[in-house]
């Protein structure tokens, strides 16, 4: 079965760290640009980071910066990561992890952070997507 498997979250004290994984089950990450997103209860699904196919860029959002880096493991080409550092109950939420050949890492039209309405951006049509993975940070 083709699938991305999320992984990694738990309970964590605010200013700890996590590292999320999302790793590909029967296809490779190959060509994929990756990203995680997250949903707080209550609110909309927000677009965390991305990573471009090849590895060479990533993309964040502004509550994240500096505190989160994305990564690719690319001797397997079948995993990517998040590191969370510096955590705060700001952070506490559902993340799920997403991969799609066309479109590209970025904010931008066809970006896999590209905000609701813009071209490309709507989230059931991505290829694949992970089954979310619970973090959870206490003050």
């Known amino acids: 079965q083709l699938q991305l498997v999320a992984s990694g979250g738990g309970l964590v004290q605010a200013g700890g760290s996590l590292r999320l994984s999302c790793a590909a089950s029967?296809?490779?990450?190959?060509?994929?640009?990756v990203a995680w997103y997250r949903q707080a209860p209550g609110k909309e699904i927000e677009g965390v980071s991305c990573?471009?196919?090849?590895?060479?860029?990533?993309?964040y959002v502004d509550s994240v910066k500096g505190r989160f880096t994305i990564s690719r493991d690319k001797a397997k080409n079948t995993v990517v990561y998040l590191q969370m550092n510096n955590l705060g109950p700001e952070d506490t939420a559902v993340y799920y992890c997403?991969?799609?050949?066309?479109?590209?890492?970025?904010?931008?039209?066809?970006?896999?952070?590209?905000?609701?309405?813009?071209?490309?951006?709507?989230?059931?049509?991505?290829?694949?997507w992970g089954q979310g993975t619970q973090v959870t940070v206490s003050s």
């Open positions: 990573i471009s196919s090849g590895g060479r860029s990533a993309d």
């Open positions: 997403a991969a799609d050949r066309r479109r590209t890492c970025g904010f931008g039209d066809w970006g896999l952070l590209g905000a609701p309405g813009t071209p490309g951006s709507s989230r059931s049509e991505y290829e694949y």
């Open positions: 029967g296809f490779t990450l190959e060509g994929f640009p």
